[in-house]
């Protein structure tokens, strides 16, 4: 299988750090090993097995111990299972599912076959959010309840402010490898600093294939397929998937819809007190 990253010694350092990310979380885990139509799919466990369980889906260029980091506090009331995305630069197979269909969806759909797990509690981080819908629209009877976190795949922002602030940092940071944007790039995307991804995508940027398609927006039509009860949860600051765009076209299209969330002055990755707020939502809704 050809890697998408430029030799083995960068991905070795690439493991390196996810795996010292996931020691540093510091929690007891189990690490499982998923086989489906794209590719072995490496899945982190985490929580009391006898409690309900929850699919957890990290964002673009990431990692399940990144979503973990956010949102693992989700695992003193669920059993958790924190998904390596296929194709990224992470534990699974290096195998890329085809965005325009529902191949995203069948994949979250034999992995849950798979893992045996009904009325599953789905959050989607991001890109995450993308796969989540994909599932959604191929099969959701396994689902119970939808949580969705900036999701790609419902509306796009300014495309020539989301060039300026994101795209040009980036390339400029690939040609010159300047760190300084570097955190140009972060300091548009992420509401804090955060060390690891600085250095975590310093590595990826300069020594990995990344994805640059254009991810496709979900349909009305694939909208009407939607039964599970989905909740959104977005970011004012937003360039990529502004809130306040989102939450009009959501509110429009999505009849299964049971909350929308604008999260002031936040931008694409959320603070942790504001994961914090969607963790305490998404408990109190188990209880509902």
Same mark, same amino acid.
């Given at each position: 299988?050809?890697?998408?990253?430029?030799?083995?010694?960068?991905?070795?350092?690439?493991? =390196?750090?996810?795996? @010292?990310?996931?020691?540093?979380?510091?929690? #007891?885990?189990?690490?499982?090993?998923? #086989?489906? *139509?794209?590719?072995?799919?490496?899945?982190?466990?985490?929580?009391?097995?006898?409690?309900?369980? %929850?699919?957890?889906?990290?964002?673009? /260029?990431?990692?399940? +111990? %990144?979503? =973990?980091?956010?949102?693992?506090? %989700?695992?003193?009331?669920?059993?958790? $299972?924190?998904?390596?995305?296929?194709?990224?630069?992470?534990? @699974?197979? #290096?195998?890329?599912?085809?965005?325009?269909?529902?191949?995203?969806?069948?994949?979250?759909?034999?992995?849950? *076959?798979?893992?045996?797990?009904?009325?599953?509690?789905?959050?989607?981080?991001?890109?995450?959010?993308?796969?989540?819908?994909?599932?959604?629209?191929?099969?959701?009877?396994?689902?119970?309840?939808? $949580?969705?976190?900036? +999701?790609?795949?419902?509306?796009?922002?300014? +495309?020539?402010?989301?060039?300026?602030?994101?795209?040009?940092?980036?390339?400029?940071?690939?040609?010159?490898? /300047?760190?300084?944007?570097?955190?140009?790039?972060?300091?548009? =995307? $992420?509401?804090?600093?955060?060390?690891?991804?600085?250095? $975590?995508?310093?590595?990826?940027?300069?020594?990995?294939?990344?994805?640059?398609?254009?991810?496709?927006?979900?349909? @009305?039509?694939?909208?009407?397929?939607?039964?599970?009860?989905?909740?959104?949860?977005?970011?004012? !600051?937003?360039? =990529?998937?502004?809130?306040?765009?989102?939450?009009?076209?959501?509110?429009?299209?999505?009849? @299964?819809?049971?909350?929308?969330?604008?999260?002031? !002055?936040?931008?694409?990755?959320?603070?942790?007190?504001? !994961?914090?707020?969607?963790?305490?939502?998404?408990?109190?809704?188990?209880?509902?």
């Amino acid at each position: 299988m050809n890697s998408y990253f430029k030799n083995s010694e960068v991905k070795k350092e690439a493991l =390196l750090l996810y795996y @010292s990310k996931l020691n540093a979380l510091n929690i #007891e885990h189990q690490i499982l090993n998923i #086989e489906t *139509s794209f590719g072995n799919t490496n899945i982190i466990a985490t929580g009391n097995k006898n409690n309900k369980p %929850l699919v957890l889906v990290h964002g673009t /260029n990431g990692c399940a +111990p %990144l979503a =973990l980091e956010a949102f693992g506090n %989700l695992s003193n009331k669920f059993r958790v $299972f924190a998904v390596d995305v296929v194709g990224q630069p992470n534990l @699974s197979d #290096e195998n890329r599912p085809d965005m325009s269909g529902l191949d995203y969806g069948k994949w979250m759909y034999e992995i849950i *076959s798979r893992l045996n797990i009904y009325e599953v509690y789905l959050v989607g981080i991001s890109f995450g959010g993308f796969i989540s819908l994909k599932t959604l629209v191929y099969d959701d009877r396994r689902i119970v309840k939808a $949580f969705l976190i900036a +999701p790609a795949g419902v509306i796009n922002g300014n +495309p020539l402010t989301t060039w300026y602030s994101v795209f040009l940092p980036l390339k400029l940071y690939k040609w010159t490898k /300047n760190t300084k944007f570097l955190n140009r790039f972060l300091k548009t =995307l $992420f509401s804090y600093n955060d060390a690891f991804a600085l250095k $975590f995508l310093a590595l990826i940027f300069l020594n990995y294939n990344i994805d640059f398609s254009t991810i496709p927006l979900i349909t @009305s039509q694939d909208v009407k397929k939607i039964k599970t009860p989905i909740y959104f949860f977005t970011a004012e !600051n937003d360039v =990529l998937f502004p809130g306040g765009k989102m939450e009009k076209k959501v509110r429009c299209i999505f009849k @299964s819809l049971k909350n929308f969330t604008v999260f002031k !002055n936040a931008k694409h990755v959320l603070s942790q007190e504001d !994961n914090n707020k969607i963790i305490e939502f998404i408990l109190k809704s188990k209880l509902q």
